[in-house]
C-alpha cells in the first residue's frame, strides 16, 4: 500500500493504516503524482483563512472510495484537531475496506491511560469517555477498561515527590532466546565469558549513580531488575548485585523492589534466598504460555511443570508478591489453551498477572521468518483479553497499568493485573513517565524527568555487553549529566515543593 500525502501528519497515517494491514509494506509518498500504482491512498489537507479541507481517497483493485470534510474556525488545539479528523476519515474508509472495528479507534499511541488522565482533568471522566467514544472511536469495552486503570494509576502517581526516582538495571543475559523477543539480550552459550566482567563493571556503574543520586538529593522509590533474564547470574552474582543496590542507595524510601526471574528453568532454592536476603520483595516468574507444544514453538526451553515448581519454591522462600506474565496470541496457541493457562494460573493465586498481547517486533525472529499474525476481523487474541478480563475480575484482581505497543496482534493492549495492595509501582512510574529513571547496564536508558511537565531527556547507555564492557569510561562520563541536569532545576524544583 502506498499513501501519497500533501501534509506533515505521515507518521500518524502509516500507523494508521498498518494496523488494518500490519502485515503489508506501507510506503509513505510525500507529493501527490498524476499516475499512482494501485492500491494506494491519496491523504490532503488544504488549509484556508478560516477554513481547512480534508480530502482522502482509497483505491484498490476491487475497491474504491473518497471521503472529505471542512473545518471551519478552528482555534484551540489547530494541529491536534485537523489530525484527529484526518484520521477519523481514513479509518472510515480503511473499515469500509477491510469489514474491521479497531478496539482502540484512531488511537495508535502506546500511552491510552496517560491521555485519558488529561481528558479527566480538563473536564472530568464523563468528558473523557465521551471524548474516547466519540471524537477517538475507542470502543465501549476499551473505554471503561482505561477509566478503572486511570483511578488505579492516579494512586500509584501520588507517591511521587519532584525529587523522587527509581532505578533500573538490566541483566542482558538469557538461557535462550525467545521466538518473539527484540530485547537486547544475548544467551548464555553465546556470552558466558562476558557475564563476570559485566557484574563488576556493573556494580561499578551501580555506586557511581548512587553517588550521583546523593548529590542530587534524589528520593528513591523502587528498585526493578530486569533485562534479559536476572536469574541467569549465578547465586554468588546475584547476592553481589543487590549487596551493592542495598549498600550504595538509601533503601528506606524504597517502596518496591523487583527482580524478574522470568524463566523458570533459571530459578534455584540459592538464587531465590539470595534475593530475598538481599531486600527484594517482587519476583516476577513468567510462564507465557502453560502449553509445553507452543512454548516449544517459542524457543523456551522449560517446560509447565517448571513454572509451577518454580512458584512454589519462591512460595516456600518466603516471597509475598511474586508476579506472573502471560502472552496472548502466541503462535499455535488456541483460545481454549490461553483460556486453560489462564485458570490454572489464577487456581495457584499469585499476587500480580500481567496479560500481554503478542507484538511482532521487526528484530525478533518471528519477523525475520515471516510468521504472519492472524488478520481476521477479531483474531483470537481479542478473544483471549475479553476472557482474561473477566476472570481476573471475577478472581479479585483489578487493571493497574495498561500500555500498548506497535504491530500489536489485533491492535490490543497490555495490562497488569493485581489484587488489592499489590499493584506494581514500577511499571506505572516508567510507563506514565512519571519521574526520572536512573538506568544501569547495557541497553538502560536514564531518563531525566523535569517535574511538572511532560520534558523528558533520555541518557543512553551502551547496548549490548561487549560495548558496555568496552565502552565504560565514557558511559560514566555520559551520566555527569545527570548533576547538570538538577542543578539547572534547583530553583524550579525548590519553588514547585512549596
Given at each position: 500500500?502506498?499513501?501519497?500525502?500533501?501534509?506533515?501528519?505521515?507518521?500518524?497515517?502509516?500507523?494508521?493504516?498498518?494496523?488494518?494491514?500490519?502485515?503489508?509494506?506501507?510506503?509513505?509518498?510525500?507529493?501527490?503524482?498524476?499516475?499512482?500504482?494501485?492500491?494506494y491512498i491519496v491523504s490532503s489537507i488544504k488549509s484556508g483563512e478560516n477554513e481547512t479541507y480534508i480530502s482522502i481517497m482509497l483505491q484498490t483493485e476491487d475497491f474504491s472510495a473518497h471521503d472529505e470534510k471542512t473545518l471551519t474556525n478552528v482555534k484551540d488545539d489547530f494541529e491536534k484537531t485537523v489530525e484527529r479528523e484526518m484520521a477519523v476519515c481514513l479509518y472510515g474508509l480503511l473499515t469500509k475496506l477491510t469489514g474491521k472495528i479497531q478496539p482502540w479507534g484512531i488511537l495508535t499511541g502506546v500511552r491510552p491511560i496517560k491521555l485519558f488522565r488529561r481528558l479527566c482533568e480538563q473536564g472530568g471522566e464523563d468528558y473523557a469517555k465521551d471524548y474516547f467514544r466519540s471524537r477517538l472511536l475507542v470502543s465501549e469495552e476499551k473505554t471503561a477498561l482505561s477509566?478503572?486503570?486511570?483511578?488505579?494509576?492516579?494512586?500509584?502517581?501520588s507517591l511521587s515527590r519532584p525529587r523522587s526516582f527509581s532505578l533500573y538495571v538490566s541483566i542482558p543475559f538469557c538461557p535462550s532466546r525467545c521466538s518473539y523477543c527484540s530485547f537486547v539480550s544475548q544467551s548464555i552459550e553465546s556470552a558466558k565469558k562476558l557475564i563476570e566482567p559485566y557484574v563488576e563493571l556493573l556494580c561499578r556503574e551501580i555506586e557511581e549513580t548512587a553517588e550521583i543520586s546523593k548529590e542530587c538529593g534524589l528520593v528513591l522509590e523502587s528498585v526493578y531488575i530486569g533485562g534479559g533474564t536476572p536469574t541467569t547470574l549465578s547465586a554468588v552474582q546475584m547476592k553481589k548485585l543487590l549487596d551493592t543496590i542495598r549498600n550504595s542507595f538509601d533503601m528506606t524510601t524504597c517502596r518496591e523492589f523487583t527482580v524478574e526471574a522470568g524463566r523458570p528453568d533459571t530459578i534455584?532454592?540459592?538464587?531465590?534466598?539470595?534475593?530475598?536476603?538481599?531486600?527484594?520483595?517482587?519476583?516476577?516468574?513468567?510462564?507465557?504460555?502453560?502449553?509445553?507444544?507452543?512454548?516449544e514453538v517459542i524457543g523456551r526451553k522449560h517446560t509447565s511443570a517448571q513454572t509451577l515448581e518454580a512458584f512454589e519454591l519462591a512460595r516456600k522462600a518466603g516471597f509475598r508478591h511474586i508476579n506472573m506474565d502471560l502472552i496472548a496470541g502466541l503462535p499455535t496457541e488456541s483460545v481454549e489453551s490461553f483460556v486453560s493457562t489462564l485458570d490454572r494460573i489464577c487456581e495457584i493465586d499469585p499476587e500480580s498477572i500481567t496479560v500481554h498481547t503478542l507484538a511482532m517486533k521487526r528484530s525478533s525472529r518471528l519477523t525475520l521468518q515471516g510468521t504472519k499474525t492472524d488478520t481476521e476481523k477479531e483474531p483470537p487474541a481479542a478473544q483471549m483479553l475479553r476472557y482474561a478480563e473477566k476472570k481476573l475480575a471475577e478472581s479479585g484482581y483489578h487493571p493497574y497499568y495498561l500500555y500498548r505497543q506497535t504491530r500489536m496482534e489485533?491492535?490490543?493492549?497490555?495490562?497488569?493485573?493485581?489484587?488489592?495492595?499489590?499493584?506494581?509501582?514500577?511499571?506505572?512510574?516508567?510507563?506514565?513517565?512519571?519521574?526520572?529513571?536512573?538506568?544501569?547496564?547495557?541497553?538502560?536508558?536514564?531518563?531525566?524527568?523535569?517535574?511538572?511537565?511532560?520534558?523528558?531527556?533520555?541518557?543512553f547507555n551502551y547496548k549490548y555487553p561487549y560495548e558496555y564492557i568496552g565502552g565504560f569510561e565514557e558511559m560514566l562520563r555520559r551520566k555527569e549529566r545527570v548533576k547538570s541536569f538538577y542543578a539547572e532545576l534547583a530553583e524550579y524544583i525548590s519553588q514547585i515543593c512549596l
Open positions: 500500500m502506498t499513501i501519497y500525502i500533501d501534509h506533515q501528519f505521515h507518521y500518524e497515517s502509516e500507523n494508521l493504516v498498518r494496523l488494518f494491514f500490519p502485515n503489508d509494506k506501507i510506503t509513505v509518498v510525500h507529493e501527490i503524482p498524476e499516475e499512482k500504482e494501485i492500491p477509566a478503572v486503570t486511570e483511578k488505579y494509576e492516579k494512586k500509584i502517581l534455584d532454592s540459592e538464587k531465590l534466598s539470595a534475593i530475598l536476603e538481599g531486600g527484594a520483595d517482587r519476583i516476577s516468574i513468567n510462564p507465557q504460555t502453560l502449553n509445553d507444544s507452543v512454548l489485533g491492535n490490543l493492549e497490555n495490562v497488569g493485573w493485581s489484587k488489592e495492595g499489590f499493584d506494581g509501582l514500577y511499571n506505572v512510574f516508567v510507563m506514565d513517565e512519571t519521574h526520572t529513571i536512573l538506568g544501569c547496564g547495557a541497553g538502560a536508558v536514564t531518563k531525566l524527568k523535569k517535574p511538572a511537565s511532560e520534558s523528558l531527556e533520555r541518557i
